[in-house]
Nanobody, 120 residues
Framework: QVQLVESGGGLVQPGGSLRLSCAAS????????MGWYRQAPGKQRELVAA???????NYADSVKGRFTISRDNAKNTVYLQMNSLKPEDTAVYYC??????????????WGQGTQVTVSS
């Protein structure tokens, strides 16, 4: 059994910052790519940022220069530092990880989601 547990969401004023964390636990042999997605009301879920096991990163154009994704492989954790937040960043943010459990092929796993609201 593999679990992803997110934390760090909340309410912040425009221009503010938040840091999201997502920790993977359970029967883990290897973690491949990790990433953050978001879904705003009435919209499709979209990729925000992703990071490979080697540390290569990829960002949506809308967050480049404002968000930074990082990971701590020793802690099986991925982070999303969000700066200069805008109202349009308001969404539920989901952690995603491609994980190979012991004795099985890799699968995509999702966190439960954490709400980020940017409002004055």
């Amino acid at each position: 059994q593999v679990q992803l547990v997110e934390s760090g969401g909340g309410l912040v004023q425009p221009g503010g910052s938040l840091r999201l964390s997502c920790a993977a636990s359970g029967n883990i042999f290897r973690i491949n790519d990790m990433g953050w997605y978001r879904q705003a009301p009435g919209k499709q879920r979209e990729l925000v940022a992703a990071i490979t096991s080697g540390g290569s990163t990829n960002y949506a154009d809308s967050v480049k220069g404002r968000f930074t994704i990082s990971r701590d492989n020793a802690k099986n954790t991925v982070y999303l530092q969000m700066n200069s937040l805008k109202p349009e960043d308001t969404a539920v943010y989901y952690c995603n990880a491609n994980i190979a459990p012991y004795g099985d092929r890799s699968h995509d796993y999702w966190g439960q989601g954490t709400q980020v609201t940017v409002s004055s």
